[in-house]
Each structure stands twice: as structure tokens, then as C-alpha cells.
């Protein structure tokens, strides 16, 4: 059973700094692009961050400049460094990946239950 664990939310203030990770565990063979989603109450889910296999590394307009997303392959983790946190920035955190359990699976998609962030003003 893969499964995707978020950590590293809480409480900040206007303009502070959080690094929040997701560890990858269970059998896997690979994992492929892995990328950060927020939610808030009564709006979609929106991708801020994704990082291919290949480190290629793209941002939602909105975080672009104060978020940078990192990933360790070796450790199957993904870290998203959030600074300059606005209170727009409150929401759950989702981690999102795609794996493959073994070179003969297809790709499957995962996520992590979340965590959350709350900046305060």
C-alpha cells in the first residue's frame, strides 16, 4: 500500500517562513513528478508546485517567487519551502504524486490526506 504523509503545517505570522514534507512509503519502484495542492473551504483544489523526475520545477502565478518546491528521490520525499506567507496562503496542504509499484505497473496517481497552514495577520 503506497501511501503519501504530509507534515510540517501550523501557525505563522504575516511574512514568515514554513517548510512543510511528504514522505513516500509502502512498495514502490518509482516516482515520477511530485507536486504541492492547497484547498480552502468552498473552492477547488489548485496546483502551486510540481517537480518532474527530472527536476523541472514549475509555480502557480500566486506563489511563484516565494515558494520553491525540492525533492529527495533517494528518501521518496518532496518538501515545499513557503516564505513571505501571506494570509491568502491559509489552506491544506495536499501532497500529489505519481508512482509506479513496479516497472511492469502503469503510473497511478496518490495523495496525501494533508496538512495545514494558517498564517496569521
Known amino acids: 500500500q503506497v501511501q503519501l504523509v504530509e507534515s510540517g503545517g501550523g501557525l505563522v505570522q504575516l511574512g514568515g517562513s514554513l517548510r512543510i514534507s511528504c514522505a513516500a512509503s509502502g512498495i514502490i519502484y518509482s516516482i515520477h513528478t511530485m507536486a504541492w495542492y492547497r484547498q480552502t473551504p468552498g473552492k477547488e483544489r489548485e496546483l502551486i508546485a510540481r517537480?518532474?523526475?527530472?527536476?523541472?520545477?514549475n509555480y502557480a502565478d500566486s506563489v511563484k517567487g516565494r515558494f520553491t518546491i525540492s525533492r529527495d528521490s533517494a528518501k521518496k520525499t518532496v518538501s515545499l519551502q513557503m516564505d513571505s506567507l501571506k494570509p491568502e496562503d491559509t489552506a491544506v496542504y495536499y501532497c500529489?504524486?505519481?508512482?509506479?509499484?513496479?516497472?511492469?505497473?502503469?503510473?497511478?496517481?496518490?495523495w496525501g490526506k494533508g496538512t495545514l497552514v494558517t498564517v496569521s495577520s
Open positions: 517537480i518532474t523526475g527530472d527536476d523541472d520545477t
Open positions: 500529489n504524486a505519481d508512482i509506479q509499484k513496479n516497472i511492469y505497473a502503469p503510473r497511478l496517481n496518490y
